[in-house]
């Protein structure tokens, strides 16, 4: 059986990259890599073993074009409401609260926000299958 282990995005400026996923999400320096011409920085809570991994490569200097492959990494906290305000004062800039449906009952509660290089986050309220 496969076990999900981590995923990737390509950041620009390993620092401000460290600094939103730790003061949005708790999300700290696991493990830090570095290699000739990239780094590879693993974070990761103590909610979960899974790890986003941030590439930091060196020759990078214009922002990545995110094409339109790329869908939304989520997390869930136990209170979205408190999540949005404090996300907010941050100064992240999270899009409205979103209550979503299906077949007349709640299936998710949700807010959007943009990481530093424009990756959308999905945070959603621990519910139903979105544990």
Not at 49 to 64: A, D, G, M
Not at 90 to 113: C, N, S, T
């Given at each position: 059986?496969?076990?999900?282990?981590?995923?990737?995005?390509?950041?620009?400026?390993?620092?401000?990259?460290?600094?939103?996923?730790?003061?949005?999400?708790?999300?700290?320096?696991?493990?830090?890599?570095?290699f000739e011409t990239f780094t590879l920085v693993y974070l990761r809570n103590e909610?979960?073993?899974?790890?986003?991994?941030?590439?930091?490569?060196?020759?990078?200097?214009?922002?990545?074009?995110?094409?339109?492959?790329?869908?939304?990494?989520?997390?869930?906290?136990?209170?979205?409401?408190?999540?949005?305000?404090?996300?907010?004062?941050?100064?992240?800039?999270?899009?409205?609260?979103?209550?979503?449906?299906?077949?007349?009952?709640?299936?998710?509660?949700?807010?959007?926000?943009?990481?530093?290089?424009?990756?959308?986050?999905?945070?959603?309220?621990?519910?139903?299958?979105?544990?």
């Amino acid at each position: 059986m496969a076990k999900a282990i981590h995923s990737m995005i390509r950041v620009l400026d390993e620092q401000r990259s460290i600094e939103f996923y730790s003061s949005a999400f708790n999300l700290g320096v696991y493990d830090r890599l570095d290699f000739e011409t990239f780094t590879l920085v693993y974070l990761r809570n103590e909610e979960t073993t899974f790890e986003l991994e941030l590439t930091v490569n060196k020759s990078q200097t214009e922002p990545y074009d995110l094409g339109n492959g790329y869908g939304h990494l989520a997390v869930c906290v136990d209170d979205l409401d408190a999540e949005h305000q404090r996300i907010d004062k941050l100064g992240y800039a999270p899009k409205d609260i979103v209550d979503f449906d299906h077949e007349g009952q709640l299936l998710a509660r949700f807010f959007f926000i943009k990481d530093p290089d424009g990756y959308d986050i999905e945070v959603l309220q621990r519910h139903g299958r979105f544990q």
